[in-house]
């Protein structure tokens, strides 16, 4: 089964403006998603989707540098914008959706959520988030093609914003499997959305360096370091209805 994996990303977020290209350890944040999938080794095809704003051209020059196909569509309608990425792509049987705002993704991670939807027949959405385990900011989730588009179909409001919620929050019509990793660490917080959050993924980089760490062991450094894990806990993450 072809897995396409797309990047949501885009220069104007409400909280943290231009978080998708600050440099982190001589790379963008894009950079460090866009590098974390293709190291996964899972995917068959990746591409960013932006949007149509003219502050958006930053985000399509950063894809040009670092060799990634880039698609524009819609600033709010995110849903949409995947559509269009797999109107234009190769057939693909699933989606793997990541936003470029989560850094610290791991690889590892990537490639076992793969591994695990295409051993399950029928599947229609797996993610390691349903189970709550994993810190904000490292979460993976897969949707298959049929899916997907009755989800782009039906779904409306902040579904269409968060592109995968229709699958997940509709499990009596679709098969959803959920992917835990004990011991849970869902309180920690390693996603970019203000500035309280940089300061926790730059100190995480300081240590890390410019490569990606695998999750057990950026919890055990973090638990390690509450003093650390304490700088951006205070912030809220947006219920699914505020998009």
């Given amino acids: ?32 998603v866009v590098r974390a999938a293709r190291s996964s080794g899972v995917l068959d095809d990746l591409v960013v989707a932006t949007t149509t704003e003219p502050a958006d051209d930053a985000v399509v020059a950063e894809c040009a540098r670092l060799g990634a196909p880039c698609h524009r569509g ?37 490639a076992d959520a793969a591994r695990v939807y295409r051993a399950v027949p029928g599947l229609d959405y797996l993610g390691t988030g349903l189970c709550g385990t994993l810190p904000r900011g490292t979460d993976v989730e897969i949707v298959g093609r049929a899916a ?10 902040h ?14 019509r679709f098969k959803v499997l959920g992917l835990s990793y004990p011991p849970p660490a869902a309180d920690l917080r390693v996603t ?29 450094w973090l638990r390690d370091r509450p003093e650390i894990a304490r700088i951006n806990a205070h912030v809220r993450q947006k219920a699914l209805q505020e998009a």
């Avoid at 072809?2 to 990303?9: E, F, T």
């Avoid at 588009?149 to 409001?157: I, V």
């Fill in 1 to 32: 089964m072809r897995i396409i994996g797309i990047v949501q990303a885009r220069m104007g977020s409400t909280r943290l403006p231009g978080k998708v290209l600050r440099e982190l350890s001589g790379r963008s944040v894009l950079g460090w």
């Fill in 74 to 110: 819609p600033v709010d309608d995110v849903l949409g914008r995947f559509a269009g990425v797999l109107r234009e792509r190769r057939p693909a049987g699933a989606v793997m959706r990541f936003t470029a705002d989560c850094p610290l993704l791991d690889p590892g991670l990537i």
């Fill in 148 to 157: 997907f588009e009755a989800a782009d179909e039906l779904a409306e409001g």
């Fill in 159 to 172: 579904h269409r914003a968060h592109v995968t919620s229709y699958v997940y929050t509709h499990a009596e």
């Fill in 192 to 220: 970019l959305d203000t500035e309280d959050d940089w300061r926790l993924i730059e100190a995480v980089a300081g240590h890390t360096g410019d490569a990606p760490t695998p999750v057990g062991a950026l919890v055990r």
